[in-house]
C-alpha cells in the first residue's frame, strides 16, 4: 500500500536529501518523485508516492515527519494512495459535467466518493441520470435568498464532510464568504480560454470577437471572478461557420476533458496553488 | 490557366446560380468553389476557382461580369492564380519571423513577391539573412520621427507597389493615418492568443497569468491595438516550469506558423473581411 | 424548412451551373455548398444546403432534379434537413461510446433516432444506462453461434428500418457477408491513430512501441480489417510514465469524440466514400 | 554554475536518498530533479541538475560519486550545465530543418556547436544558407561508393569530436555498422506519425490512405529501419482537399518542431534510451 507525500516550503538546500534520507530510514521505498524549484517566488514544492520496503510498516509516519516538516517549515500531508476524496458537485441547468464526472467516477476514473449533488434546478431536470444512491440537494436561488442558500450549501458541505467542491457549470457566483470557505478546494469550470472572455456568455463573446479557437479553463475559485488559479486549459478549432450554438456544442466537449483532467489532478494531489498560480505535476 | 473569382454582396437568392451560369456560359469549368452566407450580417462571401475549357478565352472575362457585379451589388474581383502579390515585410529587432518567411517564399510554399523589407534596425542586426537582392531599408524611428518615418514607409509601399504589409514582429505601432492607408492589406503578428494579453510582453503576462497555453494570432491591423479582424491562431502546452525565457522561445515557434498561415491564405485570396471578423475559406 | 442535396458523378464542366439554375428555376435558395474535385479520381462531390424562397413548394423536387441526374450520370439524394436517421449502435463491454452517444442524443446533439442496441453482454452490464424505452438486445456469441447471432443482428437492422449502425465499441468482427449488407452505413471506432496499431489491444502495441501521441479512427467498416475509409482521428499527447491502463483511460475521450464527429458527419451528409477514402465537408 | 547528473540503473531503494545524501554532503542544492521508475523493465532513471551551495567547489565531484554509482550499479555522467555538444548534421536535398537547425542555433535556442554539415549535395544546393564558418563536407554517394562515403562521414565525425549526429532529413540509409558506431547518439526525423507509413514517400501513402492527420518523428538511429526509440512526435490536421504536395509543404513545418524540440531535449540530457523505447523528462 502505497503513499502520497505533499509538501512545499521556502526553497533551501538539503530538502530533498532529508526527504530521501527520512523515507530510506523508515524503510520506504520512493515510486514517483516531482519536485518544483519556482525561482519567481522562492517556494520548493514536492510530491512522493512511496511504500514500504518488506514489511516496514506505514503508519505512524505522519509522526515522525513532522520533526523534519518543522525544520524546514513545510506544509505537508501523506495521505494513503487510494484515499477517495469526498466530493460535492454543484449544478445548474446544463449537466454535461456532471453526467461525466458521474460517469468516470463510476468506473473508476476519478478516485473519489460523490457525497452529494447541489442543484439550483430540481431533480426532474437530471431525469435521465441515475444518481445509484448519491444524495440530490435542491437548493433554489434567489437573489433575496442568496445568503441562506448558500448556508444550506455549506452545511451539505461541512455535514457530508466533503473535502471538495465542483463546480460543474454552475452558474451562480458564490460569496467572498463561501469563497473563503473553501479555499484551494473548490474547482470551477469556464467555459473560455481564460483570460479571454470572462464573465457571462463566453461563447456569445467569443463569436463576436471572431476568434479561431475555443477553449475552456478549470481553475480555483477565488474572490476575483475568473481569475483563480488556473489548473488546466484546452481548446479546439473552430471556424466563421460556427454558429454560437455550434460553439456552445463544441465548448462542451472541450469543458468535460478539461475539468475532469484537473479534478483528477486534484484527487491524485499532483496541484499546488503557488499564489495566483498552480504547480500541476504531470499524472 | 486557372483564375480565382472572390465576391461579396448582401445575400439575396440566385448568387451561385449567376456564377455558375456566368462561367459556363464563358467555357470555364469551376475547379474550386467554395461560399459563406453569414446569418449574422447578411452578407454573401464567394471563393471560386476556374480554369478555361479547351480554348476558351480567359481574358476579357471581367468586362463580362461587370453586369453580373452590378446586378447583385457586389465587391469582386477576378485575379489569375499564378499572381504573385508583391509583399513589404516590416521588422523590428527579432528576425525569426522573417527569416522563415523569406524561406518560405524561396522554397515555393508562399506566392509572393517580396518588395522590400523596412526594419527599425540596421542591416547588421540581420547579418545572416541572404536577402538575395530584395531591398532592405533602415527606418529607425524615434518618438519625434515617427511621422517622418511613417510617411517613408508609405513611399516605399507606393513606389514599390507593395499589394499587401506583412508585419513581422515590428514592434511599433502604426498611426491611424497609415493603418488607414492600409486598410485590408495589412498582416500584424501577435504574441499572444488574442483577445487574452494584449498590448506589450504578453508572455509575460502569461506567465503572471499562470496559463497552462500560450499562443499567438495574425490579424489584419485597425486602428484599435490588437483588435482587428483575426485570420488565424495557434497555441501551445506550457506548464509551470515554463520560464518567460521559455515562453518566448516556444511562442518562436507558434508565431512563425500562424503568420505564415494567415499569409498563405491571404495570398491565395482565401480570407475576407466581415465586419470584425474574417472569413477563412480552408485551403 | 430547408433541404440537403448530396451528390457525386465523374467530373465535368457546367454541373454546379445545372445545380444552381435548378435551385434556382425551381424557387430554392442556396443557404450552404460544398463542393470537391477529386483530381486523383476524376470524380465530384457536392452538398448542397437549399430552402425555398417565399412560398415556393419543397416537395417534387426530386422527381425534377431525376433529369438533371440522369445527364451527369449522379449519385444523389436529395433529404429534408429535419430527417432523423434511424440508428442502430452495437456494443461489448465497455460502454463510454454508447454512454455518451445516448447523452449526446439525448440533448439533441446528434439529429438521430436510436432504434436499437444490440449487445454481446447482458443488460445488466449497463445497469446505470438509462436507456428511456430504446429496444436493448443481448444477442450473446460465441464461436460457433456467429452467423446466428449476425443473422439477428441483420433481422433487427431491417425490422427496425436502421439505416446506419455504429459499431461503439463492438468487439466482435463481423463477417464479411454483413459487411456487405451494411456498405456504408456502417460506422467503428478503432482505438489507435490508424494505419498504426490495427488489431487487438492497440493500446498495449501503442505502449510497447513506446509512441508519444495515442489516437483513435472512426472509419466505415469493410471487409479489410481495420482498413476502410476513415472519417475522423484525433490524437492527444502521452508520456513514458503512461501505463497502458493509463493510455487505454486517455483513449477513452478520444475515441468518444472522435466516434462523435464521425457520426455527426455521417448524419449530417457531410461525409462521401471515394474509393478507399473519404471526402468530408466542415461543419 | 550549475551541473545535470544523468543516472540509470537496475531500480532498488535508496537510490533517492542516496543522491540527496551524496550531493547535500558535497555542499551542492538540487535545483532540479526528475526520475522514473520503469516498472515494466525494472530500470531506474534519474536527472538533477544541481549547483554548489555558496563556494562550494563542484570540480572532482565524479571522483566522489563513482563509488554511489558502483554501489548502484549505475550507469552515470556529470556534465556542466554549460556544455555546448558537438554536432554535425547530415542533409540531403531538402534544407528545411537544416536551415531550422541552424537559425536555432544560431539565436541560443540549442546548446550546441555545430562542427560541421555533410551532404550528399554540393553548397550550391544551400546557396541561400549562410554557414558562417561551419565546415561544409560534400559527400555524394552512389551504390558501389556507399563504404567510402560512411567511412569518411565517420572520419569526420571522430576528427572534429562530434558527440551528436543529426540525421536533417538525410535520405540515406546508414549501414549497420554506422549505425552500431552512432548508437544512441544519431537523431533522424521521419515524415511520418510512425510507426504508419515507414520507409519511402510517407505523404504519399498518408495520401492514398486518406488519414486525416499527418505526422512527424524523431527517434534514435537503430538497425531496424524507422523503429529506433521515438523521442517525439507530433501532428497536424488535414483534410481530402489537401494534395500530396500540399501535405509536404504542412509536413514540413511539422518535420521543423519535432526535430527541434528532440534534439533540444537530447542536448539537455532529458532524453533516456530504454531499450526500445525513451524515456523523456519535460522541459
Known sequence: ?????TLSCRNRPGIVGAVGHFLH?????????QQFDDRASGRFFMRVVFAPVGDAPSSGLEAEFAAVGREFG???EITPSGHRMRTMILVSRFDHCLVDLVYRQRIGELPMDIVGVIANHPRESYAH??????PF????????TKM???AEVWRLMRESGAELAILARYMQVLSDGLVAKLAGRCINIHHSFLPGFKGAKPYHQAYARGVKLIGATAHYVTTALDEGPIIEQDVERISHGDTPEALVRKGRDIERRVLARAVLGHLERRVFISGSKTVVFAG
Open 1 to 5: 500500500m502505497s503513499s502520497i507525500l
Open 25 to 33: 530510514a523508515h524503510g520506504q521505498d520512493i515510486r514517483e518523485a
Open 74 to 76: 513545510m506544509d505537508w
Open 129 to 134: 441520470l441515475d444518481l445509484d444512491g448519491i
Open 137 to 144: 440537494h435542491h437548493l433554489p436561488i434567489a437573489p433575496d
Open 148 to 150: 441562506e442558500q448558500e
